[in-house]
C-alpha cells in the first residue's frame, strides 16, 4: 500500500483522538478564560471510571455492545459530577482574579484528583480491551485498522460539528458568544453570564472524560495518564489560538499529520513532531492559527 | 535570698540528671534497636502498577517472615543477626533530582542504617554519588543501565541484579536458536536510555552473529506515548520476521492491546525483554509464541528451590497472586545484605558499614532466583544467568515453555570489558 495513504489515515486518527482531548480545555478557555489544568484529571476520571463500570458490566455476563452505553454513561456522570462541583464549590470564587491564579487553582484541583483517583482505583493498571477489538476491523491495502478507530474519528466530527451548531445556529450559543466577547456587556443585557459559566464547565469536563472514556479500550488505564495528556491538549490548544473550536480542530489535524509523517519516514523525529509543528506556528503566529485581534480596553 | 542565689543550681542539676537519665534509657534501647533500612520504590506513576507495588509487596513480606526467623537456610536467623528490622518506604516517582533529595532525607533526618531502592536507571545513576558522599551503604536493586558500575566506580553502591545487557543477548540467543532464519527484524523502544540501550545492544548481537539479517525500523515512541497507531502500520508494513521491543509497564499493555487487533504478531516474532511481569495481566492479548525474557532466571523462570517456595508463599500470602521479577530483586537485595551483614557481624556485635562493605564485596549468596555472584564492578555489581521462554495460553491462562537457561559466561562481559565491545567482539565467553 502507499505509504503516503498510511500516513494520512493513522494521522487523521491521531488527530481525531487529540481534537477530542483538547476540544473541552479550548472551550472552557474561550469562555471563562481558566487555563484548565485539571482538565487531565477529568480525562483521566472518564478513563477510570467508564473501565471501571464497563468491565464490571461485561464481567457480569451482559452484552458486550452495551459497553459502549456503558463508557458513554460513565463519561457523562464523570461531566454532570466533578464539573459543577469544582466550578460552583471552587471556580466561582475565583472569578475576575488574575488568569494565573486560577491557574494554579486548576493545578490544585488537578492534584487533589489525582490522588483521589489512587485512593478510589489504586496504582494497578485497569483493562477494557473488549471495546476495542469488538466492531471487528477493515483493511486498507495491506493494513488492518480496528473498526474502533472510525468511531474515534466519527465521536471526533461529531462532538465538533455539533459544538459549532449550537455556537452558530442556537440562541444560547449565541448568548455564550456573546459572554466570550464581553462579560460585561452580556451581562448588562440580561444575561446570567454565572449560569453560562457554569454550564461552559460542565460541558468542557464532560467532553475532558468523555475522550478518557473513548480512550480507555486502547490504553492500560492507569495513575499518570492525566498528567500524560494534558500536555498534548495544551499544545493542540496553543496552536489553534487559545479558545478557538476551528484552530483546535486544524491544530489536531496538523500535529497528527506532522507525527505520522515523522513515524512513517524518520521516527527518530518523532519526539520532536508536535514541538516543530508548535515552534513553526508560533513564530508565524504567536496567539496560534485562530487567534483573532484583541481591543485594548481603555 | 539563700534558696534564690541556689536555684539556677537546682535547676542545672536537674538538667544533669535528666540528660544522664535519659542517655540511660537509650542505651539501654540500644540493644534492641531495630536496623533500619530505607526502601525506595514507585507508589505512584506509571511503574508502581508492574513493578513498584510488587517490589514494595515482596519487600514488607521479607522482612516479616526474617523478623519472624521463618526464612530457609542460610537465612534463618532472625532479622538481620538477631536484630530486627525496619522499613521506611519512598516514593520514586518524582524524577532524579527528587530521589537525591529523598536519599539526603532518609539518611539525614530518618537516619536510615541502609538504602534499598531504584527501579529507574536515571535514579540510580543520580543517587549512587550521592550515596557515596553520605557513606550510606545502599543497594541498587532493579535498575539495569550497565553505566553505573562501567562508567564509574563506588564504595558504598552495591547492584544485587545483573545488569541489562544479557537481557538484550540472551533474547538474541534464544531468538537465534529457535528462529535460525531470520532475515529482518525491527525495533519499537521506549526513546530514554534503558529502551535505546535495548535496541543498541540487540541490534549489536544480530548483527553479531547473524550479520546478513537486515534492520527494517527502529520505532522510537516517548514514554508514556500511550498511542501507537503510526508505529504499528509503520512496523506491518516492514513486514520483518521479529520486533524487539524492551516496552514495559503501561506502554507494553497499551502497545499490545493496539497492536494484536491488528495482526501485527500474526506476520512477525515478536521479543519482549522484559515482558515476564505482564503474562497475568495481558492474557487474551499476548499471542502465544511471544519470546519473553524476565531479566534473570526470575518469576516463572525461577527453579524450585527452598528460597524460591518461601518467596512464592510469603508474597501469594499478601498479594493473592505469584512474584513477578521486581520482587525477586528485591529478594536478593535483602537477601544479599543480610548475608553481607551476617558475615561481618561474625560472633560479635554490630558491624560497623565499613565492615558489612568489606564483607559484601565478591560475596556469592543464594536466593530464590538462585545463585548471586558480586564479581563485577570490584565485587559491586551481580552477576547471574538468565533464562528465555516462549508464551503458550493454557485454560486462558498466559505460561511459558520451551524454556532455556544461560549461565552468566555466555550473556555477560567480563570485569573491565564495556558491554558493547564485548558484543561487537563476538561475546567470547570471560572467565568467572
Not at chain 1, 482538565?39 to 457480569?60: D, F, K, M, P, R
Not at chain 2, 530505607?38 to 526474617?66: H, Q
Amino acid at each position: 500500500m502507499n505509504q503516503l495513504v498510511a500516513v494520512v489515515i493513522d494521522g487523521l486518527i491521531y488527530s481525531s483522538w487529540l481534537f477530542i482531548i483538547a476540544v473541552g480545555l479550548t472551550l472552557i478557555y474561550g469562555v471563562m478564560k481558566i487555563l484548565n489544568i485539571a482538565h487531565g484529571s477529568l480525562y483521566a476520571l472518564g478513563a477510570y471510571s467508564a473501565a471501571a463500570l464497563a468491565g464490571y458490566w461485561i464481567n457480569q455476563g451482559h452484552a458486550p455492545m452495551g459497553s459502549y452505553a456503558v463508557m458513554l454513561l460513565a463519561a457523562i456522570l464523570v461531566g454532570l459530577v466533578a464539573g459543577p462541583v469544582i466550578e460552583r464549590g471552587l471556580l466561582r470564587f475565583m472569578y475576575g482574579k488574575d488568569e494565573i491564579v486560577l491557574v494554579l487553582v486548576t493545578y490544585a484541583v488537578f492534584l487533589i484528583l489525582e490522588d483521589f483517583i489512587k485512593l478510589t482505583w489504586g496504582v494497578d493498571p485497569y483493562f477494557l480491551y473488549q471495546p476495542y477489538g469488538l466492531l471487528g476491523s477493515f483493511d486498507v491495502g495491506d493494513l488492518t485498522y480496528p473498526v474502533y478507530n472510525l468511531v474515534l474519528f466519527g465521536a471526533a466530527v461529531l462532538i465538533g460539528v455539533t459544538l459549532a451548531w449550537v455556537l452558530t445556529r442556537t440562541r444560547r450559543g449565541k448568548m455564550l458568544v456573546a459572554v466570550i466577547h464581553d462579560r460585561e456587556m452580556a451581562a448588562a443585557m440580561g444575561i446570567n453570564v454565572g449560569l453560562v459559566y457554569f454550564v461552559t464547565f460542565t460541558v468542557g469536563a464532560m467532553l475532558g472524560a468523555v475522550g478518557g472514556a473513548l480512550t480507555a479500550p486502547m490504553i492500560s488505564v492507569q495513575p499518570g495518564i492525566g498528567a500524560e495528556t494534558i500536555v498534548l491538549a495544551f499544545a493542540v490548544v496553543v496552536i489553534g489560538g487559545l479558545g478557538s473550536l476551528p484552530g483546535a480542530a486544524l491544530a489536531a489535524i496538523l500535529v497528527g499529520l506532522v507525527r505520522s509523517a515523522a513515524v512513517h519516514y524518520r521516527p527518530e523525529l518523532d519526539l520532536f513532531a508536535i514541538y516543530f509543528v508548535m515552534a513553526v506556528v508560533l513564530i508565524m503566529r504567536p496567539k496560534g492559527l485562530f487567534s483573532v485581534p484583541e481591543a485594548r480596553k481603555i | 535570698m539563700d534558696g534564690n542565689l541556689f536555684r539556677p543550681l537546682k535547676t542545672v542539676a536537674a538538667v544533669l540528671a535528666g540528660v544522664a537519665l535519659t542517655m540511660v534509657c537509650a542505651s539501654g534501647h540500644a540493644q534492641d534497636k531495630p536496623i533500619r533500612i530505607g526502601l525506595v520504590t514507585f507508589l505512584s506513576g506509571p511503574a508502581a502498577g508492574p513493578f513498584g507495588v510488587p517490589a514494595k509487596i515482596a519487600a514488607e513480606a521479607i522482612v516479616e517472615s526474617l523478623n519472624a526467623g521463618r526464612a530457609p537456610a542460610p537465612y534463618n536467623k532472625k532479622g538481620f543477626g538477631g536484630t530486627p528490622l525496619e522499613l521506611t518506604i519512598v516514593d520514586e516517582a518524582g524524577g532524579a533530582t527528587k530521589q537525591v533529595t529523598e536519599l539526603r532525607n532518609l539518611v539525614e533526618r530518618q537516619n536510615v542504617d541502609f538504602v534499598i531502592g531504584y527501579i529507574s536507571s536515571g535514579d540510580c545513576l543520580a543517587v549512587a554519588p550521592v550515596a557515596e558522599e553520605l557513606k550510606t551503604l545502599t543497594i541498587l536493586f532493579d535498575c539495569g543501565t550497565p553505566r553505573v558500575f562501567e562508567e564509574a566506580g563506588y564504595k558504598y553502591v552495591f547492584r544485587t541484579r545483573s545488569h541489562a545487557t544479557m537481557d538484550a543477548v540472551a533474547g538474541a540467543l534464544y531468538l537465534l536458536e529457535n528462529r535460525p532464519a531470520v532475515k529482518s527484524f525491527a525495533g519499537i523502544n521506549q526513546n530514554y536510555a534503558w529502551g535505546q540501550d535495548s535496541w543498541a545492544d540487540f541490534t549489536a548481537v544480530m548483527e553479531t552473529l547473524k550479520p546478513e539479517s537486515e534492520i527494517t525500523s527502529s520505532q522510537m515512541p516517548k514514554f508514556g506515548a500511550g498511542q501507537y497507531g503510526p508505529e504499528i502500520s509503520a512496523l506491518l508494513q516492514t513486514n520483518s520476521d521479529v520486533i524487539h521491543s524492551s516496552l514495559w509497564g503501561g506502554d507494553l499493555e497499551a502497545f499490545m492491546l493496539q497492536a494484536t487487533p491488528r495482526g501485527l504478531f500474526n506476520r512477525s516474532q515478536l521479543v519482549l525483554v522484559a515482558g515476564e511481569p505482564y503474562l497475568h495481566r495481558l492474557a487474551g492479548n499476548m499471542p502465544d509464541g511471544t519470546i519473553v525474557g524476565a531479566r534473570g532466571p526470575n518469576g516463572v523462570y525461577a527453579q524450585k528451590s527452598a528460597l524460591n517456595d518461601w518467596l512464592r508463599q510469603i508474597y501469594k500470602e499478601r498479594a493473592e497472586i505469584y512474584p513477578n521479577y521486581p520482587a525477586y530483586s528485591v529478594a536478593m537485595a535483602f537477601l544479599g545484605l543480610k548475608a553481607a551483614y551476617e558475615k561481618a557481624r561474625g560472633a560479635g556485635g554490630a558491624p560497623a558499614t565499613d565492615e558489612v562493605i568489606k564483607a559484601f564485596e565478591f560475596l556469592n549468596f543464594d536466593s530464590p532466583a538462585g545463585k548471586v555472584m558480586m564479581k563485577l564492578g570490584k565485587g559491586h555489581q551481580a552477576v547471574t544467568g538468565t533464562a528465555y521462554g516462549t508464551t503458550r495460553t493454557v485454560n486462558g491462562q498466559v505460561t511459558v515453555g520451551n524454556i532455556k537457561y544461560y549461565p552468566l559466561e555466555r550473556v555477560q562481559p567480563p570485569e573491565g570489558v564495556k558491554s558493547l565491545d564485548w558484543i561487537k567482539a563476538g561475546m567470547k565467553p570471560g572467565k568467572w
